[in-house]
T-cell receptor, first 114, second 109 residues
Framework: IAGITQAPTSQILAAGRRMTLRCTQD?????MYWYRQDLGLGLRLIHY???????GKGEVPDGYSVSRANTDDFPLTLASAVPSQTSVYFC?????????????FGPGTRLTVL | GQNIDQPTEMTATEGAIVQINCTYQ??????LFWYQQHAGEAPTFLSY??LDGLEEKGRFSSFLSRSKGYSYLLLKELQMKDSASYLC??????????WGAGTKLIIKP
């Protein structure tokens, strides 16, 4: 693994179903983030984690949950998907302890909820 | 509230120079980032400014004026591969990134 990986690449999901988007990084970054990107809007932060064992809510957290059991993994769960959650989801990570806090992004998951 | 403004779309000619502006109003300031995003791909880091002035990196330069809440990204000697969206983002007092909607840059031969 090099950098950040996300799975699945894309998914079509029926409304009401539960779905977990996976994110793994191998850079030992302490901070990780989940964003959604919709046409005409900027990236919007869903949840974040500044260190393993802690999480926080971003701008649009409703309908989503996260966990950070270890440094590398940061899964995002949709408990009961709705069509408004159709979006492209990006996971990112950064090293808050040093440098400019540049965020590195995974390749994204394109989710369609019908 | 927090707000990042940048033009929705710009068009430029191959070989020319283009300047993409970004204005911001945020709660606190811990730096301004520019990212490039090609269609269907993830954003990739271009530049970071935390002090006023110009940062140059090859064909790309980024300028910041904190007193004016203003930044621009300057792209020189445009190439077709520079066709992409350019995202401006400000790190606020909580060290979270606030993102603009992005500027789609179209390069014509």
């Amino acid at each position: 693994i090099a950098g950040i990986t996300q799975a699945p690449t894309s998914q079509i999901l029926a409304a009401g179903r539960r779905m977990t988007l996976r994110c793994t990084q191998d850079m030992r970054h302490n901070a990780m983030y989940w964003y959604r990107q919709d046409l005409g809007l900027g990236l919007r932060l869903i949840h974040y984690s500044n260190t393993a064992g802690t999480t926080g809510k971003g701008e649009v957290p409703d309908g989503y949950s996260v966990s950070r059991a270890n440094t590398d993994d940061f899964p995002l769960t949709l408990a009961s998907a709705v069509p408004s959650q159709t979006s492209v989801y990006f996971c990112a990570s950064s090293d808050l302890a040093g440098g400019n806090n540049e965020q590195f992004f995974g390749p994204g998951t394109r989710l369609t909820v019908l | 509230g927090q707000n990042i403004d940048q033009p929705t779309e710009m068009t430029a000619t191959e070989g020319a120079i283009v300047q993409i502006n970004c204005t911001y109003q945020t709660s606190g300031f811990n730096g301004l980032f520019w990212y490039q995003q090609h269609a269907g791909e993830a954003p990739t880091f271009l530049s970071y400014n935390v002090l006023d002035g110009l940062e140059e990196k090859g064909r790309f330069s980024s300028f910041l004026s904190r007193s004016k809440g203003y930044s621009y990204l300057l792209l020189k000697e445009l190439q077709m591969k520079d066709s992409a969206s350019y995202l401006c983002a400000v790190m606020d007092s909580n060290y979270q990134l606030i993102w603009g909607a992005g500027t789609k840059l179209i390069i014509k031969p």
